[in-house]
């Protein structure tokens, strides 16, 4: 697949794309492209809606409040990107947001809340989630657009997960101490990653995890780490080990 051009502008767009295709933007689109980015008539953007691959775009039709973006050619074409559901207890606004960024720039393809015994924040805000989503897409490069599911609670979601996706979650008490042992012990197949909340998860949480047959706890090692660096930290060990990350035979 082509490299992603980090020189041009980068916009998501929730519309059809295809040849011969014009895009009338939103008021909204139309501002940053004009008053944010400072873009003319002729100027050239790279778009994307996460199902139709990315375009070169030209700006045309050009008024105080709108404008119309023009599809010149198809840069690169949609990839299915990678297979990992990361799942968190929430944080607080500004350390949440940063979490969610991070997730999708280490190759999350659904990002879900789970709320724990010890979880801190009481809600989240799940426009403000899907808007660093995109604008983590936009800035790094990301063709598909993660899925944001709605929250559910800890015991709700191992009653309703499918066994054929494993869970790796992240535990101090972890018997074995090398995490990348763990993995490469681990059969090829879907996962999930799931961090818990400060404070880590209870120990009845704790039992509930263990004693499913299609979890695999692992220790992120000496250090206590708040959750949105731990969660930096699980995803690269899983990606190195199991993930797009490891070199294909």
């Known amino acids: 697949m082509p490299i992603h051009d980090f020189n041009a502008e980068r916009l998501h767009i929730d519309s ?44 045309a039709d050009v008024a105080k409040r709108r404008c119309t973006l023009i599809l010149e050619e198809l840069v690169r074409p949609q990839d299915d990107g990678a297979d990992l559901v990361y799942l968190f207890a ?4 500004a350390r949440l947001d940063y ?5 999708v720039e280490m190759g999350a393809s659904s990002l879900q809340p789970v709320f724990t015994r010890r979880t801190v924040a009481d809600r989240v805000n799940m426009e403000r989630m899907r808007a660093n989503v995109i604008e983590a897409a936009e800035q790094c490069g990301i063709l598909s657009i993660p899925e944001v599911r709605e929250p559910v609670g800890l015991a709700t979601l191992l009653e309703n997960w499918d066994p054929d996706r494993r869970i790796i979650f992240c535990d101090e008490a972890a018997e074995q101490a090398d995490p990348v042992a763990i993995l490469g ?33 692992i220790p992120l090692g000496p250090r206590i780490m708040r959750a949105d660096t731990a969660a930096v930290a699980a995803l690269a060990l899983v990606n190195a080990v199991l993930g797009d990350w490891k070199p294909k035979d």
């Open 185 to 217: 012990g681990l059969e090829p197949g879907p996962v999930a990653v799931l961090i818990g909340p400060e404070g880590g998860f209870d120990p009845q949480e704790r039992q509930e995890l263990t004693d499913k047959a299609f979890t695999t706890a």
């Open 99 to 103: 979490m969610v960024q991070k997730a």
């Open 16 to 59: 059809p794309l295809a040849e011969g295709v014009d895009v009338a933007c939103s008021d909204d689109k139309a501002h940053y492209l004009l008053n944010v980015l400072r873009l003319k008539a002729g100027d050239r953007i790279l778009i994307f809606n996460g199902r139709d691959g990315e375009w070169r775009a030209r700006l």
């Open 90 to 93: 929430p944080l607080k606004r």
